[in-house]
Every structure is written in structure tokens, then in C-alpha cells.
């Protein structure tokens, strides 16, 4: 605005590591408490740095009778938790630590595992209306920062993103607040069509843009190619978690994107 990999059947006997095969027969292991992690794509822990990828050496998990247990968590609690990563980091847009990164997606990913609507783009109406960004992998650093006058000279204001359902159509709006002698507040709103490409992608299609007010555009002119590419939302996106209030997407770039439910009127979103 990624793709869950169906894994080979683990053989039951390595299903076990080898230093707990000998396990005395009067005591009780719960099931999948102990899973291999050859072929499957895992985290260490939540709060660490999570290696990702596929893995050669065992994995033990331990089965609690607790409600912090990942697998019994609701989406409301991981959301709640999802919420409290997200505080202080302004959305991502100008990076975040790699600990902290890789909180945020492995919450993302457990959220994705229970995602209430496998099949968004044969519910659209769910997605349509005005939607915030909380979270995006799409970041704004070094040089690119400072040409776009965005360390001191202007600050970001809210992302917002108007779905029409009916139409096949999808306006963003970046939200800018400029400081000086003259303060002003200014949006960039980009225009793209989308198309059904499976149950759960859509293809998307840049089709134009603007800047207002015009001393904005006077602030950009020089960068403005370099302000869309970052922005530009064409190629295809994956809805990966759909419920009544937040939406989690992945793009053909790699990037995840976090959006809420916003009571923003719509029409104020698109004007």
C-alpha cells in the first residue's frame, strides 16, 4: 500500500531433539512442545533480534500453561503489544533499530497467522474508506532526509489513504508541516488504480499527483522526483491481515505496511 510457505511434514522421531529422546517414560512431554527447526521459519524470541530464514540446528520450545504462551495469544493482545513496539519510532519512516525491527515483524508475522480475512480481495468492502499508517519498512535516510528538508526545515504529518471501493480507486495523502517566518501546512496526494490479481494481492497503478498548497511545491520542486519515488505505491501489494480495524500489507518491493481504521472524514483525506 508475502506469502505464508506451506512446510514439508516433520518425521516424528526428529521431532525431537537427540537429548531428549532418552526422556524417562513417566514424563509427560505436551504436544509440539518440542519442534525441529529444519524448514520451518522461526524467531529466537520476540524482543530480540530474530534470525530469519531457514535453519539447520533445534529449536526448543517450551509448552507453559500461561496466556503469554505465543501460540494461545489473542490478535487483540498481540495487537495491544503491537501498539506498544510502534510507540516513539514515528512510523519507521526514518529507521529503527534492528532489534526493535525485528519485534515489530514478528508480531506482524503472528498476527498473519491469524488473520481473520484470508481472503480480503473477495471482501473489499472491509478495506474500503480512509485508513492511517502506523508502521511502514519504507524509510527516509542520509542524504535523501536532508535534500527534502526533512531533519529541521519540515516535519511529517499524518499518512492517510482513501479507498473506493466502487471505483478501483486509492488516494494517499502525505501530510507536511513547514516551519520558518511564514508557517504553513502542505500535502502531497497521489492518485493509483487497483486491480484484483488474486484473492489476497492487488495490482497497483500509478496515475498522478499533486502538491498543495503551491509554496510546497516551491519547497520540492528540485527533489520532487525523488519525493514520489519514495512515496510512488505502483507495483503489487499482498494483504496479509484484514479485521475491522487495522490492515497489514507487503509490497513487490518488500516493505510491510501498518494501517488503521481512521475516523478522518474521507473527503478531507482525498481533498
Same mark, same amino acid.
Given at each position: 500500500m508475502g506469502t505464508m510457505l506451506a512446510q514439508p511434514?516433520?518425521? +516424528?522421531?526428529?521431532?525431537?531433539?537427540?537429548?531428549?529422546?532418552?526422556? %524417562? /517414560?513417566?514424563?509427560?512431554?505436551?504436544?509440539?512442545?518440542? !519442534?525441529?527447526?529444519?524448514?520451518?521459519?522461526?524467531?529466537?524470541?520476540?524482543?530480540?533480534?530474530?534470525?530469519?530464514?531457514?535453519?539447520?540446528?533445534?529449536?526448543?520450545?517450551? +509448552?507453559?500453561?500461561?496466556?503469554?504462551?505465543?501460540?494461545?495469544?489473542? %490478535? /487483540?493482545?498481540?495487537?495491544?503489544?503491537?501498539?506498544?513496539? !510502534?510507540?516513539?519510532i514515528n512510523r519507521g519512516i526514518f529507521g529503527v533499530p534492528s532489534a526493535k525491527k525485528a519485534e515489530i515483524e514478528a508480531l506482524v508475522k503472528q498476527l498473519e497467522s491469524q488473520n481473520p480475512t484470508p481472503d480480503p480481495i473477495l471482501n473489499l468492502e472491509k478495506m474500503g474508506g480512509c485508513w492511517k499508517l502506523v508502521y511502514s519498512t519504507i524509510t527516509i535516510l542520509g542524504s535523501k532526509r536532508t535534500k527534502l528538508g526533512l531533519r529541521d526545515f519540515i516535519s511529517l504529518g499524518d499518512f492517510l489513504q482513501n479507498i473506493n471501493v466502487a471505483e478501483g480507486q486509492a488516494v494517499n495523502v502525505i501530510k507536511f508541516d513547514v516551519r520558518g517566518l511564514n508557517l504553513f501546512n502542505g500535502r502531497l496526494t497521489i492518485e493509483a488504480s487497483f486491480k484484483q490479481a488474486s484473492k489476497s494481492r492487488v495490482d497497483i497503478k500509478y496515475d498522478n499527483s499533486t502538491i498543495t498548497p503551491v509554496q510546497l511545491m516551491n519547497v520540492f520542486r528540485k527533489n520532487y522526483h525523488l519525493l514520489l519515488g519514495i512515496f510512488n505505491p505502483e507495483g503489487w501489494l499482498e494483504i496479509t491481515y484484514l479485521d475491522e480495524t487495522m490492515r497489514i500489507g507487503r509490497d513487490d518491493k518488500g516493505n510491510i505496511f501498518i494501517l488503521e481504521r481512521s475516523n478522518e472524514n474521507s473527503l478531507q483525506a482525498s481533498s
Open positions: 511434514p516433520i518425521p +516424528a522421531f526428529h521431532a525431537i531433539p537427540p537429548m531428549l529422546r532418552n526422556r %524417562p /517414560t513417566n514424563m509427560a512431554v505436551a504436544p509440539h512442545s518440542f !519442534l525441529s527447526a529444519t524448514h520451518q521459519w522461526s524467531q529466537s524470541t520476540r524482543f530480540g533480534q530474530c534470525p530469519f530464514g531457514f535453519r539447520t540446528t533445534y529449536t526448543v520450545r517450551v +509448552a507453559e500453561q500461561s496466556s503469554s504462551l505465543i501460540g494461545d495469544e489473542t %490478535p /487483540t493482545e498481540i495487537k495491544t503489544e503491537l501498539y506498544q513496539a !510502534l510507540e516513539g
